[in-house]
């Protein structure tokens, strides 16, 4: 049995990754703050001796990096904090699966791009408008300085089930049930991805050993308004409790936004059997969790 280092498993795809590998391969789950997996090992993924010491006692084949600082708000305001994390950790990690010569799948973020064009491809040049999508795009290059046998994949607006940490979905999810009228943002653009999803697309990439860039989101663009009417009909909530607002009338966003950043996936749905999700598909998959 491979063995299968997983970085973040107390996230909310780390945690997916664990439970989607854990009949094929040896999982070694790992974290930083708060375990949520038995057998869960400490990693500070900042500390590069630290992680050279567990690579070594470990020696994984495959590591899927998806331990990162994704408050884009707090990126912008511990600017010293997100780089260690997205770009000095995941050098490091990189390092690591270097020196033991591990499969290295890395999960990066359509942050990376401006939000002026939309359906970003692979060959589109990156250029970030915040600090986390500068400090995640710095990432992606100490992969591909450091480690030979590598993966990338970008993805948008993780969504899913998680013990205690909320997302969009569950925001959305949460306010409605309490019968709260909510606003969300009409000119804002992604595609939304179920965790559950991506994490059988990044196990399925380092099974067959693809290399190079990848985007691996859903498959359908969507504003977050209409994204958040579809939550409230797919869980039989009241969609009328959603109320549209621009991007400009937002006081709360510390970070600029990217207006458009969602990803064009034509190319790894080339390569896998595993294919991105619409938003109906995904929904209905979160849904199917909730009932089991």
């Known amino acids: 049995m491979q063995k299968l280092l997983i970085t973040g498993t107390s996230g909310l795809l780390g945690n997916k990754i664990v439970k989607a590998a854990k009949h094929n391969y040896e999982v070694l789950p790992t974290y930083n703050t708060k375990p949520l997996h038995p057998n869960s090992v400490k990693l500070e993924i900042t500390n590069l001796t630290e992680a050279l010491k567990v690579f070594n006692k470990l020696e994984p084949n495959i590591v899927i990096h998806t331990a990162s600082e994704t408050n884009v708000d707090k990126c912008e305001i511990e600017k010293e904090h997100a780089w260690k994390t997205n770009a000095e950790g995941t050098r490091n990690i990189a390092e690591a699966c270097q020196k033991v010569n591990a499969k290295l799948v890395c999960i990066s973020t359509d942050y990376v791009f401006d939000g002026e064009k939309g359906l ?16 995640k795009l710095e990432g992606e290059k100490q992969v591909i300085k450091h480690c030979k046998n590598y993966a990338i994949l970008r993805t948008s607006v993780l969504y899913g089930w998680h013990p205690w940490k909320q997302n969009f979905t569950t925001w959305i999810i949460n306010q409605l049930k309490q019968g709260k009228e909510i606003t969300v943002v009409n000119d804002h653009y992604n595609t939304p991805t179920w965790a559950g999803n991506l994490a059988e697309i990044a196990i399925e990439v380092a099974e067959r050993n ?83």
């Open 120 to 135: 970003y491809d692979e060959e589109d040049k990156p250029n970030p408008v915040n600090y986390y999508g500068l400090t």
């Open 210 to 292: 693809l290399q190079g860039m990848y985007h691996a989101s859903g498959r359908e663009r969507i504003s977050r308004y209409e994204f958040a009417k579809q939550i409230a009909r797919t869980f039989n909530l009241n969609a009328d409790l959603v109320k549209p607002v621009k991007m400009s009338q937002l006081t709360a966003w510390v970070a600029k936004r990217p207006k458009d950043s969602s990803l064009n996936t034509g190319k790894i749905q080339k390569q896998l059997k595993t294919k991105p999700l619409n938003i109906t598909e995904g929904l209905n998959k979160m849904k199917e969790e909730m009932e089991t």
